[in-house]
Nanobody
Framework: QVQLVESGGGLVQAGGSLRLSCAAS????????MAWFRQAPGKEREFVAAISWSGGTIYYADSVKGRFTISRDNAKNTVYLQMNSLEPEGTAVYYC?????????????????WGQGTQVAVSS
């Protein structure tokens, strides 16, 4: 059974940083495209960042470009999201997602597996 477990969320002041981690119980983690999405209260779940199996292809949402960095360590079955210069608009539950395909997708419907989410709160 596939499990994705996020950690690293918390409360931070605007301008601060957090690093989220997602540990995957996937036998062939290196074959998976991985992504981060977020969902703020009363809003749709939205794309944040995605990374190909090799790390050679990375996409970011325009709202986080230049401030967030997605990375992965295939030896540790873990994907990360480094978040810098956080803004109050970044307050949301952040979800890790995975898909068994070669190309990197930005739409949530393309992802097969989801974690339970980790809460990030940014105070102004």
């Amino acid at each position: 059974q596939v499990q994705l477990v996020e950690s690293g969320g918390g409360l931070v002041q605007a301008g601060g940083s957090l690093r989220l981690s997602c540990a995957a119980s996937l036998r062939t983690f290196s074959n998976y495209v991985m992504a981060w999405f977020r969902q703020a209260p009363g809003k749709e779940r939205e794309f944040v960042a995605a990374i190909s199996w090799s790390g050679g292809t990375i996409y970011y949402a325009d709202s986080v470009k230049g401030r967030f960095t997605i990375s992965r360590d295939n030896a540790k079955n873990t994907v990360y999201l480094q978040m810098n210069s956080l803004e109050p608009e970044g307050t949301a539950v952040y979800y890790c997602a995975g898909r068994t395909a070669e190309w990197v997708a930005r739409n949530k419907e393309a992802y097969n597996y989801w974690g339970q989410g980790t809460q990030v709160a940014v105070s102004s």
